[in-house]
């Protein structure tokens, strides 16, 4: 591997880990503020018997954004669904490495739409307000370009990796024979 390669493919892992850390971070303090609000909530309503208004509000779009921070981790970690019956079946490299194109290729056309399409809702939803905090829906909506853009950029990285080192990570799923 050239210097200008092994350069590019430090530079990109070392991207690639910042924005897994900085998810990771995200997810752990929006899922720890999610809980903490949960429990408040809980106290409020059936300890002192004076329900908080806003706290379902809070934790439900905590989630959200937790849930759509954590979508770029697992894109990063090769962690999502899929099916790789298929590709443990090829032992050619090059029609792997074909196969592994399209699906690369697939996946980041619907994430493209989908930051696209996201892109407008968010752009909408600062009209909109939430019910019991007046807040602009325009927060709430933003998870989903975030997430969108993450994983694009996460998907970009891996692919380029694992076109530059050549390495392909062996499926973890297991065949039951019956």
């Known amino acids: 591997m050239s210097e200008e390669k092994s350069g590019t493919v430090a530079a990109l892992e070392k ?18 503020a ?16 004076a329900p908080l208004s806003w706290t379902e509000e809070v934790s439900r779009y905590l989630m959200i954004w937790g849930a759509s921070v954590g979508i770029s981790l697992g894109v990063r970690s090769e962690e999502h669904v899929g099916l790789t019956v298929i ?32 892109l407008a809702m968010t752009r909408d939803g600062k009209f909109m307000q939430t019910q019991s905090m007046s807040m602009s829906m325009f927060i709430p909506y933003a998870a989903v ?34």
């Open 15 to 32: 991207t690639s880990d910042f924005i897994d850390r900085i998810g990771g971070f995200l997810c752990a303090g929006l899922f720890g």
């Open 34 to 49: 999610m809980t903490l609000v949960v429990i408040l909530g809980v106290f409020f309503r059936y300890v002192i018997n």
């Open 145 to 178: 370009p975030v997430a969108m853009l993450l994983s694009i950029i996460q998907l970009t990285i891996m692919y380029i990796l694992k076109f530059f080192r050549g390495e392909e990570k062996p499926s973890e799923m297991k065949i039951i024979d019956i």
């Open 87 to 118: 590709l443990d079946a090829i032992k050619s490299r090059p029609v792997r490495l074909m196969f592994h194109t399209a699906i690369y290729i697939l996946v980041m056309g619907f994430v493209g739409v989908m930051f696209f399409y996201s």
